[in-house]
């Protein structure tokens, strides 16, 4: 994986709590924890919603054969400001994304998810990344207890970044 802000926010934050921690501030590195992993989270979630955007629109662009009314349609309509509702982010499966694309690319999905635990793995940290973000969002980013650790939250988006990569070869591979 390529040095993402992610990746650079959690080389940060283990920079900040080694200073925070020498000068003896239990108080502040409690408090910096805190705000940091709820911001690594949001970090996490935010770089994932604009790939996966990304790979929609430019699946959009390949199947139109370029720059389209369908793909200004499906950015404009599809996509701004409906990410969140593509996904049943509290589910067990991406069967509800899968779907959007037809019966037969859901089929397609499934198939290559039940050939590949990794990519099961990785869907799983995805949505689960996906849910905590709602929650930290619509419950209060203040007050919103956030039980994962800082290195448990970059390594579930290290195994989610793999459902990220793969998506543009699962719509590029399904039958048509």
Known sequence: MSTSIVAQLHDDFLALTSVIDASVEPSLAITANDVFRKSLLLAAASEFELAIT??????????????????????????ARQYHTLF???????????GLFGDEFKRHANAAIGADAALKDAIASF??????????????????????TADEI??????AS????RLPDLLA????
Not at 67 to 75: E, G, N, Y
Not at 88 to 98: G, I, R, S
Not at 127 to 148: A, I, S, Y
Not at 173 to 176: A, G, Q, S
């Open 88 to 98: 049943k982010w509290d589910a067990a499966n991406a069967n509800q994304f899968f």
């Open 54 to 79: 990304s790979v929609i629109t430019a699946f959009a662009e390949t199947e139109a054969g370029g720059s389209s009314p369908l793909v200004a349609f499906v950015r404009s309509k599809a996509l």
């Open 162 to 165: 793999l459902f990220v990569a």
């Open 173 to 176: 591979t399904c039958p048509r």
């Open 154 to 159: 970059f390594a579930a988006y290290a195994r």
């Open 127 to 148: 949505l689960q990344l996906g849910d905590e973000r709602n929650r930290l969002v619509h419950q209060g980013f203040g007050t919103f207890v956030l039980e994962k």
